[in-house]
């Protein structure tokens, strides 16, 4: 999890296309300066982040879902419950399952857990957009490799 | 059972917070109503679940885009109420259905 660059996901542990669900690893960093603010004595991931991680997860799915053709953008979020406090250093396991999939949106929902624990679930919705710029595109594939995405997954069918 | 005007009225009622008496078969969603294209986004939902189908909206914006349709063919409440039901007589055709 690299608070700095927004980029929530390290890793991608299982993408199933067939029952559209992907489940992701986050590690919280051990140590950040957002934790000295939130909170001095008590640090804990913020719920935003949570969030943010969640709906990370489900752009995963969807660009899975969609062969990285149209890029995923965040358009709402409800339900958003934070169950559980998530202390720095925790491995965070996030599973997204498409909800459904209308046309030029999409909606999700996901669940994140620390071991066993439940801690923040939501539901999302998504607008799905053409890349609005090459660099972007290239950015999302070049992200995909980092984290283990099985780009042959989407191509093998 | 309630005819698909008053259904998609008591969705747009409950997702946009407006007044369900004041949404008629006449209203325009956009130019009445106000509702804005994140809201549709929500209502678009609630109307593909509860129909079970896949709004074209789309090909429905592409259409007014390049001045084949008109908003009030798809954004008055009673025409979007027709339109709904072609894609469910539509869906209930389709082999397997």
New interface residues.
């Given amino acids: 999890m690299d608070l700095d660059y927004f980029k929530l996901i390290d890793r991608v542990v299982d993408l199933n296309l067939d029952e559209k669900r992907i489940t992701v690893e986050a590690q919280v960093p051990a140590a950040h300066t957002i934790f000295e603010g939130h909170f001095p004595g008590f640090p804990t991931m913020p719920g935003v982040l949570l969030t943010e991680a969640m709906a990370q997860s489900s752009g995963w799915l969807l660009l899975g879902l969609l062969k990285f053709e149209r890029m995923p953008f965040l358009a709402i979020v409800k339900e958003a419950k934070m169950r559980g406090f998530v202390s720095p250093g925790s491995l965070l396991t996030i599973e997204a399952k498409l909800e459904h999939e209308g046309s030029g949106f999409a909606v999700t929902k996901a669940k994140g857990r620390v071991g066993k624990e439940l801690k923040c679930s939501a539901e999302i919705t998504f607008g799905l957009t053409p890349f609005p710029d090459p660099t972007m595109r290239v950015h999302m594939d070049a992200m995909a490799n980092k984290i283990g995405f099985p780009l042959q997954a989407i191509t093998n069918d | 059972m309630s005819s698909t005007f008053d259904q998609i009225a008591n969705i747009i009622a409950e997702t946009c917070d407006i007044p369900r008496d004041t949404i008629k078969p006449e209203s325009h969603a956009i130019d009445d109503l106000g509702i804005d294209s ?1 809201d549709f ?2 209502i ?2 609630a109307i ?2 509860a129909f079970g189908i ?6 429905w ?1 592409q259409e007014v885009n390049d001045g084949k349709a008109t908003t009030e063919q798809y954004f008055v409440l009673q025409n979007l109420a027709d339109r709904i039901d072609e894609l469910v007589a539509a869906k209930n055709a389709a082999p397997g259905a």
């Fill in positions: 994140l986004l929500d678009a939902f593909d679940k896949k709004m074209p909206l789309e090909k914006t």
